[in-house]
């Protein structure tokens, strides 16, 4: 199991990799907020815990998944959705942390996309050998405004694709502090994580957590 600490590539100042018309990697752009977002990250699922979800099939997501925003992303047998109310507890989803609002403008405006005030922030935690499968972010309802997407704690390998699930994709290591920023042309671009492989890292230990924002109501 490779084993990583809080001082990989530390002074590595953050770049930019383009990865399709409108998409773009922010390499270690999230890199000196991490320990502030990581102590939001179990404030936040303190009060709306992180949970296994469940696909209109009935089948569970690998990934644990929590929310916070003016409303959250569910998944059940009634289908893909946002609500502004947490299922599980029947309370709203805790409010967006400003650090939150202000990285992901940061990280928009740098992948060419001014103005950006999320309202949604997905919170996954990965495992080693969990995964997320292609799929397309269309449950929004303007989906002029891009999608905003941080990696903290363990690396993984994100693919994006095209516009049909049989197209070809890219895989893209990710890692500490790197974000992802598609929009435009490519905002319902089909993309997924592969499976993780066993990995530590000092700030997480064993997991991966990924912040999706997203413009959804």
């Known amino acids: 199991m490779t084993t990583y600490n809080l001082f990989d590539d530390a002074d ?21 907020d991490a320990s502030a977002l990581l102590t939001a990250i179990h404030q936040l699922t303190g009060q709306a815990p992180l949970r296994h979800m469940l696909t209109p099939n009935g089948f569970q997501m690998s990934v644990t998944m929590s929310n916070c925003g003016d409303v959250g992303w569910v998944s059940d047998r ?4 946002y609500d ?26 740098a992948a060419g996309y001014a103005d950006f005030v999320p309202d949604a922030c997905l919170i996954n935690c990965y495992l080693p050998g969990t995964k997320m499968s292609l799929h397309q972010d269309r449950d929004e309802r303007d989906t002029s405004q891009p999608i905003v997407s941080v990696s903290l704690g363990i690396p993984a390998t ?3 694709g095209g516009a049909r699930r049989t197209d070809p994709s890219v895989k893209v290591a990710l890692t ?16 997924g994580v592969l499976p993780l492989k066993p990995a530590s890292h ?16």
């Open 158 to 160: 994100f693919q994006f």
């Open 12 to 32: 590595d100042a953050p770049w930019t990799e383009t990865l399709a018309p409108g998409a773009v990697v922010l390499r270690r752009f999230a890199a000196a």
């Open 202 to 217: 000092a700030a997480t230990g064993e997991r991966r957590f990924n912040l999706t924002f997203r413009k959804a109501r």
């Open 78 to 81: 009634h289908g893909y959705r």
């Open 176 to 191: 500490h502090g790197d974000v992802v920023v598609w929009g435009g042309p490519t905002r319902l671009n089909f993309h």
């Open 84 to 109: 502004a109310v947490d299922p599980a507890s029947g309370q709203p989803w805790p409010a967006l942390p400003p650090l939150f609002l202000t990285l992901a403008a940061g990280a928009a405006a």
